[in-house]
Nanobody
Framework: QLQASGGGLVQSGGSLRLSCATS????????IGWYRQAPGKEREGVSC????????YYADSVKGRFTISRDNAKRTVYLQMNNLKPEDTAVYYC?????WGQGTLVTVSS
């Protein structure tokens, strides 16, 4: 299972850190990704971290502002989001394998 948390309301330029707590499997089993879905839009991939060497992927829209990381001991993957923009407003989900978290809402006001 995965459980996302850390969303909230923040002003443009602000920061939030999302957490994806996992249970029932090791972070070494498969990559963990963050996705988001804004109102009226399709879900899109935001970032991903590999299960072995820790390599990362970022969508162009967040590159340089978001950082994904993981703590294997805590079985948690983080998404540090800096310099947030109103267009980052969305429900953020974490996923790994066939598992999806329930989503956490991020709202960025202008």
């Amino acid at each position: 299972q995965l459980q996302a948390s850390g969303g909230g309301l923040v002003q443009s330029g602000g920061s939030l850190r999302l957490s994806c707590a996992t249970s029932g499997f090791s972070l070494n089993h498969f990559p963990i990704g963050w996705y988001r879905q804004a109102p009226g839009k399709e879900r899109e991939g935001v970032s991903c971290i590999s299960s072995n060497d820790g390599s990362t992927y970022y969508a162009d829209s967040v590159k340089g502002r978001f950082t994904i990381s993981r703590d294997n001991a805590k079985r948690t993957v983080y998404l540090q989001m800096n310099n947030l923009k109103p267009e980052d407003t969305a429900v953020y989900y974490c996923a790994g394998g066939t598992y999806w978290g329930q989503g956490t809402l991020v709202t960025v006001s202008s």
